[in-house]
């Protein structure tokens, strides 16, 4: 049977739109920053994206920083600010942060000192939503840009982290979201390129690629694309909570992202479900990409309170706008038989 693809908070299969936008900007030959028509061409390619991506992000007013992803923008934005976070927070930021702000059992952080914090808007991981408050210095918005009614208007923030690849746009772009007026230096320097925030020829195809993803991901929104999922991952969890009762379901009883499901089943390594359910013809993963491979207990679930065993037994299960309920039902059928053979040889 046809292989189901169930890891779109790790990455999300190219948009049509901005597979047609990225080959019609392989056609456009010049330097966005040279003068003459070729590099108009490039250049207006590059601010019709900027408009696209301040328009979904609702960003009216504020500046379109492109880097090469959110990694980069969390370093831009944090690197040297001396800001506090939370152990929740994404590897990116968790770098340039000192996490010590509390995490409750429901995963929401208490914050402090806004202008001093950093904060996700939500987990990649458990997919938990957080109570933003106003004036935070940093809030990523990777994962909820696309699935969340957002905008960076309402938010209140001084800047914003977000990436194309999470909303069907290519893997290699992002923006800061900056704040009309914030300070901000740069720190990859030389021709003054992006407001003199990120110099650098800039990734001309990418770009156009984030803008058509970012556009498209907000008619979606739109559209109610979401709601359908988030009722195939209800119908997802209720298949699995009713086999498995043993199983904990990370940040179920608050918001998460529509698509996303943490499933915690104490005792059954989550290394280990993901590569029996990879051999079954089922994507997952039992955590962050950027960390895979790393046989370790979820700092995020860690973080929350739990015990290093259900840490350690954490999949993450997230649903895109092409998977159908035939998709979670075979998955729900097939992880359910494994965990019995588990839980068989384990009696």
């Given at each position: 049977m046809a292989r189901v693809y169930l890891d779109h908070n790790a990455t999300t299969p190219l948009r049509p739109e901005a597979r047609d936008a990225m080959i019609a900007a392989m056609d456009v030959a010049g330097n966005?920053?040279?003068?003459?028509?070729?590099?108009r061409a490039a250049k207006g390619l590059i601010e019709r994206a900027r408009a696209q991506v301040a328009a979904a992000f609702g960003a009216d007013g504020a500046d379109i920083v492109f880097v090469s992803g959110a990694t980069e923008a969390a370093a831009l934005a944090c690197a040297g600010r001396g800001l506090f976070g939370a152990g929740i927070e994404h590897d990116a930021v968790r770098a340039w942060i000192d996490p010590v702000l509390a995490v409750d059992e429901a995963g929401q952080v208490t914050v402090t000192d806004p202008a001093r914090t950093a904060l996700q808007l939500a987990n990649s991981e458990t997919g938990?939503?957080?109570?933003?408050?106003q004036g935070l210095a940093v809030v990523d918005a990777t994962q909820g840009f696309g699935k969340l009614p957002v905008?960076?208007?309402?938010?209140?923030?001084?800047?914003?982290?977000?990436?194309?690849?999470?909303?069907?746009?290519?893997?290699?772009?992002?923006?800061?979201?900056?704040?009309?007026?914030t300070d901000l230096a740069a720190q990859i320097k030389g021709g003054g390129q992006?407001?003199?925030r990120r110099s650098g020829t800039e990734n001309v195809i990418g770009i156009a690629g984030f803008g058509a993803a970012a556009e498209a991901a907000a008619r979606d929104l739109d559209a109610g694309v979401w709601d359908r999922v988030e009722k195939l991952r209800n119908i997802l969890d209720s298949a699995i909570e009713a086999g498995a009762k043993e199983t904990i379901f990370v940040g179920k009883e608050g918001r998460r992202l529509p698509n996303t499901t943490c499933l915690a089943t104490p005792g059954w390594k989550g290394e280990t479900q993901v590569m029996q359910m990879d051999l079954a013809g089922f994507a997952i993963s039992a955590g962050s990409a950027c960390s895979s491979g790393k046989v370790k207990a979820s700092a995020?679930?860690?973080a929350m309170g739990f015990d290093t065993v259900t840490a350690s037994s954490a999949i993450r299960v997230s649903l895109g706008p092409k998977t159908t309920e035939d998709d979670v039902m075979r998955f729900?059928?097939?992880w359910l038989t494994k965990w019995e053979k588990h839980r068989a040889r384990a009696a």
């Amino acid at each position: 049977m046809a292989r189901v693809y169930l890891d779109h908070n790790a990455t999300t299969p190219l948009r049509p739109e901005a597979r047609d936008a990225m080959i019609a900007a392989m056609d456009v030959a010049g330097n966005p920053s040279s003068v003459h028509a070729e590099g108009r061409a490039a250049k207006g390619l590059i601010e019709r994206a900027r408009a696209q991506v301040a328009a979904a992000f609702g960003a009216d007013g504020a500046d379109i920083v492109f880097v090469s992803g959110a990694t980069e923008a969390a370093a831009l934005a944090c690197a040297g600010r001396g800001l506090f976070g939370a152990g929740i927070e994404h590897d990116a930021v968790r770098a340039w942060i000192d996490p010590v702000l509390a995490v409750d059992e429901a995963g929401q952080v208490t914050v402090t000192d806004p202008a001093r914090t950093a904060l996700q808007l939500a987990n990649s991981e458990t997919g938990i939503v957080q109570d933003l408050p106003q004036g935070l210095a940093v809030v990523d918005a990777t994962q909820g840009f696309g699935k969340l009614p957002v905008a960076f208007n309402w938010l209140g923030c001084e800047m914003a982290l977000i990436s194309a690849h999470k909303l069907g746009g290519p893997k290699g772009i992002g923006a800061l979201v900056v704040k009309r007026g914030t300070d901000l230096a740069a720190q990859i320097k030389g021709g003054g390129q992006e407001m003199g925030r990120r110099s650098g020829t800039e990734n001309v195809i990418g770009i156009a690629g984030f803008g058509a993803a970012a556009e498209a991901a907000a008619r979606d929104l739109d559209a109610g694309v979401w709601d359908r999922v988030e009722k195939l991952r209800n119908i997802l969890d209720s298949a699995i909570e009713a086999g498995a009762k043993e199983t904990i379901f990370v940040g179920k009883e608050g918001r998460r992202l529509p698509n996303t499901t943490c499933l915690a089943t104490p005792g059954w390594k989550g290394e280990t479900q993901v590569m029996q359910m990879d051999l079954a013809g089922f994507a997952i993963s039992a955590g962050s990409a950027c960390s895979s491979g790393k046989v370790k207990a979820s700092a995020v679930l860690t973080a929350m309170g739990f015990d290093t065993v259900t840490a350690s037994s954490a999949i993450r299960v997230s649903l895109g706008p092409k998977t159908t309920e035939d998709d979670v039902m075979r998955f729900a059928e097939t992880w359910l038989t494994k965990w019995e053979k588990h839980r068989a040889r384990a009696a």
